[in-house]
């Protein structure tokens, strides 16, 4: 009987570890959707003006999961049209999507409104020519030295 109550106590323990190991953070804190996010948040953007963007960000979300392409897009008006992802070969592709929501892509702080598609997928533009520059530390003091 001994034997069954230290097995039962025994299992309990190394189960609470094990469930204890497969704790992990949450993958959405390390997608690159919201890396970039961050990135914009915290250091803000200059005004995207009208034009053709060869050097953004194009982010796909489903759910958890994130993609983002390099990728091109116009803004006109201030809005954003004809999106396009890179391909290897520095070739183009059209962003061929079925919005959810015909209202304008406006940009606010560097970032694109959010796109919705029919399919539930997530579209965002980061325009990564316009972020701010990091702001500089301050400098520490060096410790007293005994002369």
């Known amino acids: 009987m001994k034997k ?3 097995l039962l106590l025994l299992s309990t323990f190394v189960m609470a570890d094990v469930s204890g ?3 992990k953070k949450p993958e959405d804190e390390s997608n690159c959707y ?3 996010l961050l990135k914009f948040e915290i250091r803000g953007a200059n005004e995207v003006k009208d034009g053709t963007y060869n050097d953004v960000i194009i982010t796909r979300r489903n759910g958890n999961d994130a993609e983002c392409f390099n990728g091109k897009c ?3 008006e201030g809005r954003v049209e004809n999106i396009c992802i890179k ?3 520095n070739s183009y592709d059209a962003l061929k999507i079925k919005v959810r929501n015909e209202s304008p892509v406006t940009i606010t702080n560097g970032m694109s409104k959010t796109i919705v598609t029919l399919e539930d997928e997530l579209i ?4 990564i020519k316009k972020i701010k520059p990091k702001k500089a530390g301050y400098v520490k003091a060096a410790d007293p030295k005994d002369d």
């Open 4 to 6: 069954i109550i230290t």
């Open 21 to 23: 190991q497969t704790t």
């Open 34 to 36: 919201l890396k970039w």
């Open 74 to 76: 116009d803004v006109k």
């Open 87 to 89: 391909k290897e070969d």
């Open 124 to 127: 965002n533009v980061f325009f």
